[in-house]
Structures are given as structure tokens and as C-alpha cells.
């Protein structure tokens, strides 16, 4: 099986997905008709082939974990992403020199996100919003609107903003992402409308740990990689939301040089939503945090490459260079290991016993726990 025979089922599929999609949210709106039922069952059905054709020919011309480089895939049509395109926006936030995430990520920061209600609430990656002053957001004729931070919540990393006037921009309907499997076919949809969209593979479904003290539990990783991926919608055949751009990685398959994004599955933007619909705010966290960033080398060895300044970690002595060996008297088997062996111990204050190895020798330090809720603080921006 040739590349070019993969493309050309791969453009039929996409192009039948993405005109079912629009062709179903376009008569979800008027009323209904015969005709128009039996169009649509019609259409899906071609969709459902399509993608089923794809999906067995991948299966062939790509075993997984086989391929070190994706090839190129077929781009969606302009007129085929233009309705998707009006629920996805421009964000620009602006952070205030002082804030503590300003030397590390920048007090103007870029990005997109996605329109998810009628009442204008967007749905972003947490860290462009994270202790924000302002934030823009520029739709897709080009309009510009303020929005407020609502919430960011470090556990999924996924954050909230809303429009502050009466603009009203067309949301795009949230998925399902728990079914999501390997190798289907996605569009990712950043803003910056058609140009900017390009479809892509999920080539894994597994656990993501950040040095940052951050973990998935099933992240999406989709290849090739979009440049634009802060914010941007992860899109299955249906049209549907199903996770949000965070990161760009070199490798996203074990042991394999294939490049790609990291997506926050979208399922997890269900619980936020239920916080702030009943109390007008997250829940506090439930985990204990260190302010301070490890790295795992290919070895499994944990290395402390940065201590939040003013943080539990800095104040109990760890610094830059540090070797994290075991969480009290039990050893740890790397990053994920290690994470959830800190966050079992108790929520934020908690005491976190650590052997660490430091430049005078083999040391036990306890830190004592804080909540980064707390610490980065949510900026007013209303």
C-alpha cells in the first residue's frame, strides 16, 4: 500500500466527515424535513465508511510504533472548516512584570480558544491566562472583544475565559474523548481559519507527566505537529471538541523521533463547568504542591532543573542540580511514580518527605506542601 493511495482515502474520508458534520449542525437548526433526515443519514453513512476505509488502510500502511516520520496528510478544504473556524478565536493575555509566572512564560502570551456556550465562556490551555490582567480575544471576521478569566485549573490545565460584552460567537459542540483511539483521523483547528487548519492521527492514548508537577492520565498524542497549538480544538469526524492544544514534542511515541502534540482530552472540562456553575468557582485542589520542576532522564533519574522562587521547595532547601531518590523510605520509578506517591500523602500542607541527593551528600528534606491555587493567584480582569 502506497502513501499516495493512503492520501487519497484519507481526503475522502475527511471530506465526507467534515460535510456530514456541518450538513448535521446546520439542519439541527431549522426544522426538521424527510428529505432532509434521509440526507443525513446518507451522508454519515458515507462519513462512517470513510472513515472505516481509513482507519483499516492506516492500520496497514501504518503499524504502530513503526513509523519514524508521519507523511504528509491532506488538508482540509477552506470551505470545508469556514463554519468550524467561527468557534475558534484568537486569545492574547497580558500578565503585569510582578506576576510569578511572568519571567517563565512572558507577560504577553498568544494562543487560541474555543467558543463552548452561547453566553461566550472559551475554553484555552491554562498557562496563556495564568494571572492575567487583560485578556483580548479576536474572532474570526476580525473583531476584537475582552473577555475575563474565569478559571484555571492546574490539574487538567485547561482554562476559562468569557466575553465581557454582549458579542455572540457560535459554539462549538463538545465531544466525547474517552472513546478516542489510536490512529483516527482528527483536524486540528487553531485560529487563523482555514490556512491554519490541518488534519492529523492519533498515534497514542497514554499518560503524560510534565515537569511542572502535572499529569494526564490518558493525554492525546496527534502527529504531524501544528506549530499553533496553545489553545488550539482538536476535532474528531462529527465536528466535535475533543481536546485542546498544550504542548509540541519532538518525539510523541516512545523510543520513536516522531513529532507531534500533546492534547488535553476535553472530558476533563466537564467537572470545571459543574464547579462553576454551582459555586462560581473551582473546587479547592485536593493536591499537595512543591514549586519546583523535575525531569526524568532516559535513565529514570528525577533532576530538579528549577525551584519556584518563594516556594515550599526553595524554602526547605532543594535547589537546581538536586537528584530526587525516594518519597519517605519509598524509592521511586520515575516521574509519574513520583508524582503519585507526593499526592497520596494528603492535600495542600501536607508534610512531603523526600531523599534527595544534594551537593554535600545524601540528604532528607521535608517539604512542607502548599496550594498552587494559592500561590498563582487568578487575576481580576473585570
Known amino acids: 500500500m502506497t502513501w499516495a493511495m493512503t492520501r487519497g482515502v484519507l481526503r475522502a474520508a475527511l471530506s465526507a466527515m467534515t460535510t456530514a458534520a456541518m450538513t448535521s449542525a446546520a439542519m439541527t437548526s431549522t426544522r426538521p424535513r424527510r428529505s432532509s433526515a434521509f440526507a443525513t443519514v446518507a451522508l454519515c453513512r458515507i462519513a462512517a465508511i470513510g472513515l472505516f476505509m481509513a482507519v483499516t488502510w492506516l492500520a496497514v500502511a501504518v503499524p504502530a510504533r513503526a513509523q519514524s516520520s508521519p507523511p504528509h496528510l491532506p488538508r482540509p478544504s477552506d470551505a470545508a472548516v469556514a463554519k468550524l473556524a467561527q468557534s475558534i478565536v484568537r486569545l492574547q493575555a497580558f500578565v503585569p512584570p510582578e506576576a510569578r509566572s511572568a519571567r517563565r512564560l512572558g507577560t504577553k502570551r498568544e494562543g487560541s480558544g474555543v467558543v463552548v456556550d452561547r453566553n461566550g465562556l472559551i475554553v484555552t490551555i491554562g498557562y496563556l491566562i495564568s494571572e492575567a490582567m487583560a485578556v483580548e480575544v479576536t474572532d474570526s471576521t476580525g473583531a476584537s472583544h475582552r473577555a475575563d478569566v474565569v478559571a484555571y485549573d492546574h490539574a487538567s490545565g485547561l482554562g476559562l475565559v468569557r466575553l465581557s460584552d454582549k458579542a455572540v460567537l457560535p459554539p462549538l459542540e463538545i465531544g466525547n474523548s474517552k472513546t478516542l483511539a489510536e490512529r483516527q483521523l482528527v483536524i486540528v483547528a487553531p485560529a487563523g481559519g482555514a490556512d491554519a487548519v490541518q488534519p492529523a492521527l492519533v498515534v497514542s492514548r497514554r499518560e503524560f507527566a510534565g515537569s ?134 494528603g492535600g495542600p500542607g501536607v508534610a512531603v518527605p523526600l531523599e534527595v541527593m544534594q551537593k554535600d551528600g545524601f540528604n532528607r528534606v521535608t517539604i512542607k506542601s502548599d496550594d498552587r491555587n494559592r500561590f498563582y493567584k487568578l487575576q481580576p480582569t473585570y
Not at 509540541?248 to 507531534?260: D, M, N, R
Not at 459555586?279 to 532543573?305: A, C, D, F, Q, Y
Not at 526547605?316 to 499526592?343: C, K, M, P, T
Open 212 to 345: 511542572w508537577e502535572y499529569l494526564l492520565d490518558r493525554a492525546i498524542y496527534t502527529s504531524p505537529p501544528s506549530a499553533q497549538f496553545g489553545g488550539a480544538a482538536l476535532i474528531g469526524g462529527d465536528g466535535k471538541l475533543l481536546g485542546i492544544g498544550s504542548l509540541i514534542l519532538e518525539a510523541v511515541l516512545p523510543g520513536q523521533p516522531v513529532p507531534g502534540n500533546v492534547f488535553v482530552p476535553i472530558d476533563l472540562l466537564a467537572p470545571i463547568l459543574e464547579d462553576i456553575a454551582a459555586t462560581g468557582k473551582l473546587r479547592p485542589s485536593n493536591r499537595p504542591w512543591l514549586g519546583m520542576n523535575v525531569e526524568e532522564t532516559h535513565g529514570g533519574m528525577l533532576i530538579v532543573n528549577n525551584v519556584t522562587r518563594d516556594g515550599p521547595a526553595r524554602k526547605a532547601g532543594i535547589e537546581r542540580g538536586d537528584v530526587v531518590l525516594s518519597v519517605g523510605n519509598q524509592r521511586i520509578h520515575g516521574l509519574i511514580d513520583f508524582y503519585r506517591r507526593v499526592w497520596s500523602l
